[in-house]
C-alpha cells in the first residue's frame, strides 16, 4: 500500500526571516570552499584581463569614442583599486592595441582574444554550476567546454551593452545638466545628478541578475534571479568602497614592488568573488525555501 504524498506549501517571504536566510547562506557558502574558488578566478582573471580589456575598449569605443570609454573605465578602476593599477592597465592596453600584425596574425590574435578573454566567466560558470549542483549540458567534454566559452563571450557582449547605455544616460544627464542649472534650481538639478549614480547601480545589478540566470546550466527562477542579484549588488557597492578604502591607506600590493598593480587586482577579484559567491548561494537559499525550487538540468 503506497503511503499518501506529502504536500509542500510554498512559505511566504518575510521580512522578519532575512536573519536566518542570510545565516542559511553564509554556512552554505563557507562550506563550499569559496576562498579557495575566489583564488582560481583570480588567477583566471590575471590571465583574461589583457584580452577582456582590449574587447571592452574597442567594441565600446568604436560606438562612443575610445579615449571617452578608456577616461570613464579607467578612472572607475582608480577609484577602486589605486591609480598605479589603472596606469598599468592603461600601459596593458596600448601596448597590445597598437602593434602592426597580418591579416593572418590578426585573425589568430582575434581568436586569442576571444578565448582568453572567456577564461574568467568560464571558471564563475563551473563554480555556479557547483553551487546549484547543475550537470554538463553536453556529455562530450569538448563540445561543453566551447558552448561554455561561447556562453562567457556572450556575456561578455552584455557587459558591453550595459557599459555603452551606462555611458550615453551619463552623458545626456551631465550635458542637459550644465543647461539646467540655468533655469532649474541647484536642488532639481543635484536630484538629477542623483540619477546618474541610480544608472550606475542598474547597471551593477543587471550584470549579476544575467550572471546568475544565463551563466549556470540550471533553471534558475527569475524571481530567485531578481533577490539574489539586488543583494549581491548592494553588498559588491559596500565591498568596493571599503576595499578602496583598504587599498589607498594600508596599501597592501607596495609589498610587491613592480608586481603590486598585479596583486591588487587579484586582491579585488578575490573579494569581489567571494561576495558573488555568496549571492549565488542566497539565491539558491532563497529559491529551493520560497519557491520549492529544485535545481534542474536545462535540456538540451
Known amino acids: 500500500m503506497k503511503k499518501p504524498e506529502e504536500k509542500t506549501t510554498k512559505v511566504k517571504f518575510k521580512l522578519t526571516h532575512l536573519p536566518n536566510l542570510l545565516f542559511v547562506s553564509a554556512k552554505s557558502w563557507f562550506n563550499d570552499s569559496p576562498f579557495n574558488k575566489a583564488a582560481i578566478i583570480a588567477y583566471y582573471a590575471i590571465l583574461s584581463l589583457p584580452a577582456l580589456i582590449i574587447i571592452i575598449f574597442n567594441l565600446v569605443g568604436a560606438i562612443w569614442g575610445r579615449e571617452i570609454v578608456e ?24 601596448n597590445n592595441g597598437n602593434k602592426k600584425t597580418s591579416i593572418f596574425a590578426t585573425t589568430i590574435g582575434i581568436a586569442t582574444l576571444i578565448y582568453g ?13 557547483s553551487i546549484w549542483e547543475a550537470e554538463p549540458r553536453f556529455k562530450n567534454g569538448v563540445l561543453e567546454t ?15 551593452f550595459l557599459l555603452l547605455s551606462s555611458l550615453i544616460l551619463t552623458s545626456l544627464l551631465s550635458a542637459f ?13 543635484n536630484s538629477i545628478f542623483t540619477l546618474d549614480i541610480f544608472i550606475s547601480l542598474a547597471a551593477i545589478y543587471f550584470i549579476f541578475a544575467a ?12 524571481k530567485a534571479v531578481r533577490i539574489g542579484a539586488l543583494l549581491t549588488s548592494f553588498l559588491f557597492v559596500a565591498g568596493k568602497y571599503l576595499l578602496a ?34 549571492g549565488a548561494h542566497f539565491t539558491r537559499a532563497y529559491s529551493q525555501k520560497y519557491l520549492l525550487h529544485q535545481p534542474e538540468k536545462i535540456l538540451d
Open 245 to 278: 578604502i583598504y587599498f589607498r591607506e594600508l596599501e597592501p600590493g607596495s609589498t610587491y614592488g613592480a608586481a603590486g598593480s598585479m596583486i591588487l587586482v587579484m586582491l579585488w577579484v578575490s573579494y569581489t568573488s567571494l561576495i558573488l559567491f555568496y
Open 71 to 94: 577616461g570613464e573605465i579607467l578612472t572607475e578602476i582608480s577609484k577602486a583599486i589605486g591609480a598605479e593599477t589603472a596606469e598599468a592597465i592603461k600601459d596593458m592596453m596600448v
Open 177 to 189: 545638466g550644465e543647461n539646467l542649472k540655468l533655469i532649474l534650481s541647484d536642488k532639481l538639478v
Open 211 to 222: 550572471m546568475f540566470k544565463i551563466l549556470p546550466n540550471a533553471d534558475v527562477p527569475w
Open 117 to 129: 578573454s572567456t577564461g574568467v566567466f568560464f571558471q564563475i560558470q563551473n563554480v555556479l554550476d
Open 146 to 160: 566551447v558552448f561554455g566559452r561561447l556562453k562567457s563571450f556572450g556575456f561578455i557582449l552584455i557587459i558591453v
